[in-house]
Nanobody
Framework: QVQLVESGGGSVQAGGSLNLSCVTS????????TAWFRQAPGKEREGVGA????????YLADSVKDRFAISRDNAKNTLYLQMTNLKPEDTAMYYC??????????????????WGQGTQVTVSS
């Protein structure tokens, strides 16, 4: 059984930084994308960033590309999201996703088979 466990969330003031981690355990053949999503109350889940296995390309949403960085340590089965210059609009539950065995853009939640339980990020002004 594949499990994804996120950590690193918390409460910070605007301009602060947080580093999220997502550890994958269980039998898991890494292919396609593994990604970070976020969901604020009353809003749809949106893709924040993704890592593509094989070639190691990374992708970030336009809203965060100048402030966030995504990386993966394959030896540790861990996906990271480094967040700097946080803004109140970054407040959301952040989820890790993996197992993109379906076709579609990395921003589509439907292509992922596995999800973590989420870690809360709260940014105050």
């Amino acid at each position: 059984q594949v499990q994804l466990v996120e950590s690193g969330g918390g409460s910070v003031q605007a301009g602060g930084s947080l580093n999220l981690s997502c550890v994958t355990s269980g039998y898991y053949y890494p292919r396609g994308f593994t990604a970070w999503f976020r969901q604020a109350p009353g809003k749809e889940r949106e893709g924040v960033g993704a890592y593509y296995f094989g070639i190691g390309d990374t992708y970030l949403a336009d809203s965060v590309k100048d402030r966030f960085a995504i990386s993966r340590d394959n030896a540790k089965n861990t996906l990271y999201l480094q967040m700097t210059n946080l803004k109140p609009e970054d407040t959301a539950m952040y989820y890790c996703a993996a197992g993109s065995y379906g076709d579609g853009p990395w921003t589509a939640p439907r292509i992922y088979s596995y999800w973590g339980q989420g870690t809360q990020v709260t940014v105050s002004s």
